[in-house]
């Protein structure tokens, strides 16, 4: 599984699903998840409307729903919230879940290439290297190993402390 960075944009990602950094509605919102929506269309919120709601909730912090992709050339959305950084509760360990339950999604549902972007790294505020340590770390596992990965980053600025944290991560 070769893990690709990218300074792009993820709604072009011709892979079998996009990674929306989501909220817990799941019905759009700023930076890349609107960005998603705009691009996939009426049918992309239709889909996520159909994700049954508790208490307001679609998708709590941490965790990750499927739906069909709309316009968008996958064919999956997996949206995952991820932690605001000086407001929830172990940042870590909720990025890590959100990571980790969508690339579970991703296998579950047959994908062979998934991309994501930096969640939690615009307005939700993580520090940009901790949050690529973490994402790349669970990207590099094991159990992860059979899906093409690609990460959509934003920025060149960005890029580069992603691929830094990649070269420390693979001992180069």
Not at 21 to 45: E, F, K, Q
């Amino acid at each position: 599984m070769p893990v690709t960075l990218l300074c792009g944009d993820i709604t072009q990602a011709k892979v079998d699903a996009i990674v929306n950094a989501a909220n817990t509605r799941m019905l759009g919102g700023g930076g890349v998840d609107g960005a998603i929506h705009r691009a996939a269309g009426p049918d992309l919120l239709a889909a996520c409307y159909a994700v049954p709601e508790v208490e307001g909730v679609r998708c709590p912090v941490g965790q990750a729903r499927i739906t069909a992709a709309g316009n968008l050339p996958a064919r999956y959305v997996i949206h995952t919230v991820g932690p605001r950084y000086e407001f929830d509760d172990d940042p870590p360990a909720l990025l890590a879940s959100a990571y980790r339950t969508s690339f579970e999604l991703a296998l579950t549902n047959d994908c062979r290439s998934i991309a994501f972007p930096a969640i939690s790294c615009g307005v939700y505020g993580y520090p940009m290297a901790q949050a690529a340590k973490i994402a790349l770390s669970v990207a590099l596992a094991a159990p992860h190993q059979p899906l093409d990965v690609y990460f959509y980053l934003f920025q060149p600025d960005v890029l580069a402390v992603w691929q830094q944290c990649l070269r420390e991560l693979q001992g180069e």
